[in-house]
């Protein structure tokens, strides 16, 4: 499999970088999961994930215990979680952007809302 493996990046600069790097581990730890892309922001944290191609059939069970394990152990972060592939593909373009210094913290911070408004319009 194919995995682009992003590192995880916060809007906001470093000052919540280890928290991010957390959220990732937390989340690459599910071994239904191969690939993993988090974006926190001032609000949100966007955590996009793949899926195994044989775990597909329980995606709705990945999701909610994705969701329980987060919210167990990052109690105060607001998630938005999801497994669409478009939406990983733009919280990959966006990680790219901030780091290459193409983006402002503030258009990187709206950009993040964007797609979070993205994922909440799919469902």
Not at 80 to 89: E, H, R
Not at 111 to 117: A, P, T, Y
């Amino acid at each position: 499999m194919k995995t682009t493996n992003p590192t995880p990046i916060s809007t906001g600069g470093n000052k919540s970088s280890d928290r991010v790097e957390d959220i990732k581990k937390d989340v690459s730890s599910l071994p239904e999961l191969y690939d993993v892309a988090v974006i926190k922001g001032e609000k949100d944290t966007l955590v996009v994930y793949k899926v195994k191609h044989m775990q597909r059939f329980k995606m709705k069970t990945i999701e909610k215990n994705l969701n329980k394990k987060l919210e167990e152990e990052h109690p105060k972060e607001n998630f938005t979680v999801s497994s669409d592939y478009k939406i990983f593909l733009e919280a990959v373009r966006l990680n790219e952007e901030m780091k290459s210094g193409k983006l402002s913290h503030s258009k990187a911070e709206k950009r993040l809302e964007e797609i979070v408004k993205m994922t909440e319009d799919m469902k």
